[in-house]
């Protein structure tokens, strides 16, 4: 059933080699007067000119603390000489066994790392913390939180010696098991909860490396936690992981979600890396077997974290080609034009656009707007960032939202859901993850640069404001 908001017109056209970064904010919305028959009513339309301006206010939903943090992060991350020392010695602490090393024992390290990196980008150590932060994003206006327990299984760094005893294959899994019911418990309705199946240990590493079916352990631990979900009516990412992995992490995947996304309801999302080349064909795949079978093909759309890792030949030659991929796949979701099935018998999609990409949201956002406006939009997206980075562009997606919502007669009208992404755990456990998010920030200071211009301007409002006393 496509979505249908009325007749909005707006002024972005976007060919698809035009580049839109940064004027996402500045363009202009118009929305006319017209009513127009939907689902056999009439949806009557308000004459509305709204202006998105790129000193928006959005970022007044943000607390005082982020806006601060973020700035005194961006100034760490675009220095290249504090950067890479800052870099080098975060991930000396998250290889290090040393006690004197390790962030919840040793206070002075933890005294640094705890408030200026983890408290950025975790969403707490104990359930009280994790509490605190989801209720702060409901007050942003945010849809709900896709929270994951932060503890990582390091296949690089297995541990013979302590391979050589017998049940530690057994600690882990119940570990891994554990930390994702505990996670459950801490999610609210509609909340969602994600995993890495490498979590689980050596004999989940072995079985999705040798393309073996799950262990039984495992499979059962799965079974009971995507139960547990479902009866408390979240969504479970299985997170994408190194090539290696991948082709085993499809196949169980697909398999949960042809048991458990069938009858209108969805509970598993695959991950889908658009860096691959095979990555739209992927999706082909996905989509051909659930419209085949008759289950929901729900997706998380990513670029890709592994370049450095993962054999390059796999990945796109260029940048650009794996924009255009990761938007084609978008385009192609919305508009229903995939795999040859027709429009009227296209199915149901769950997509979720995972991504700090600029162009890539304002275009899907562009398109929601277009396709809705003439009631063929097929697919609508969800969009999510992590948390400590990209507030601006999260804080915008959740502005446009809202006006989606308030200019649409139709008052059943559902517009894009927004979330925030974060783990969870000891500063110990959350080290791998750190260090990820430290390496991307390093890559990304055009994209940090703008960011903090937006928040010094943030900032100063508030400080002026006071002194005016508004
Ligand atoms: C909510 C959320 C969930 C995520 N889950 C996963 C996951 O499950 N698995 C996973 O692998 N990643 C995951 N990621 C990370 C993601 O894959 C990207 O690494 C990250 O989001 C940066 O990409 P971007 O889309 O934000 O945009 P950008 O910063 O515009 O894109 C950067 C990305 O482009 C690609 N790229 C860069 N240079 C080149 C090049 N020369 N040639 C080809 N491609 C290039 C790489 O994928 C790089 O990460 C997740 C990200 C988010 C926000």
New binding site residues.
């Given amino acids: 059933m496509p979505f249908h908001v009325g007749m909005i017109r707006h002024n972005i056209r976007l060919s698809s080699s035009q580049k839109v970064c940064g004027v996402y904010a500045r363009r202009q919305v118009n929305t006319t007067t017209t009513t127009r028959s939907h689902g056999g009513g009439v949806v009557a339309l308000t004459n509305q000119s709204s202006h998105t301006s790129q000193t928006s206010r959005c970022l007044e939903r943000l607390p005082l603390s982020s806006i601060v943090r973020s700035l005194v992060l961006g100034a760490f991350f675009t220095s290249p000489s504090l950067s890479k020392l800052g870099l080098a010695a975060l991930a000396k602490i998250a290889q290090s066994r040393s006690i004197l090393l390790h962030p919840d024992k040793n206070p002075v390290i933890r005294a640094v790392i705890k408030p200026l990196i983890y408290d950025h980008f975790c969403a707490g150590v104990t359930k009280a913390e994790v509490r605190h932060r989801v209720a702060r994003y409901q007050r942003i206006g945010y849809s709900g939180i896709?929270l994951c327990y932060g503890k990582e299984f390091d296949p690089a760094k297995k541990d013979e010696a302590a391979a050589a005893e017998s049940n530690v294959a057994d600690l882990e899994l119940a570990h891994w098991k554990q930390g994702n019911l505990e996670t459950l418990d801490m999610l609210r309705d509609g909340d969602i909860l994600?995993m890495?199946y490498t979590g689980a240990g050596r004999s989940v590493v072995d079985a999705l490396i040798s393309g073996a079916e799950p262990p039984k352990a495992f499979a059962e631990a799965l079974e009971e936690i995507v139960g547990l979900a479902t009866a408390q009516n979240c969504r479970i990412?299985?997170?994408?992981?190194h090539d290696e992995f991948q082709k085993t992490i499809d196949r169980w995947t697909i398999d949960l979600m042809r048991r458990h996304n069938r009858d209108g309801k969805v509970v598993v999302y695959n991950?889908i890396?658009?860096?691959l080349k095979k990555s739209r064909e992927n999706v082909e795949y996905h989509l051909g077997l659930a419209h085949a079978e008759g289950w929901t093909m729900a997706i998380?759309l990513?670029?890709?974290?592994?370049?450095n890792h993962d054999p390059r030949h796999i990945?796109?030659?260029?940048?650009d080609?794996?924009?255009d991929c990761?938007n084609g796949i978008v385009h192609d979701l919305l508009t229903g034009n995939m795999c040859d099935i027709s429009k009227n018998d296209f199915p149901n999609v769950e997509l979720?656009l995972?991504?700090?990409?600029e162009?890539?949201v304002a275009r899907a956002s562009s398109l929601v707007r277009e396709l809705a406006s003439k009631g063929m939009l097929r697919t609508m997206p969800r969009f999510?960032?992590?948390q400590g980075?990209?507030d601006p562009l999260g804080c915008r997606i959740l502005e446009e939202s809202e006006e989606m919502k308030a200019t649409c007669s139709n008052r059943n009208f559902a517009p894009p859901k927004v979330?925030k992404?974060a783990p969870w755990g000891s500063v110990q456990d959350c080290m791998m993850y750190l260090v990820r998010r430290a390496v991307?920030n390093r890559?990304?200071t055009h994209?940090m640069k703008d960011g903090m211009a937006e928040m010094t301007k943030e900032l100063r409002r508030r400080a002026f404001g006071k002194i005016m006393g508004r």
């Fill in positions: 896709v994600a890495k990412f299985v997170d994408a992981e991950t890396q658009a860096y998380k990513v670029r890709g974290a592994y370049i990945i796109h030659d260029t940048k080609q794996t924009d990761y979720f995972a991504g700090h990409n162009e890539s999510g960032q992590l980075m990209s979330y992404v991307e890559g990304a994209r």
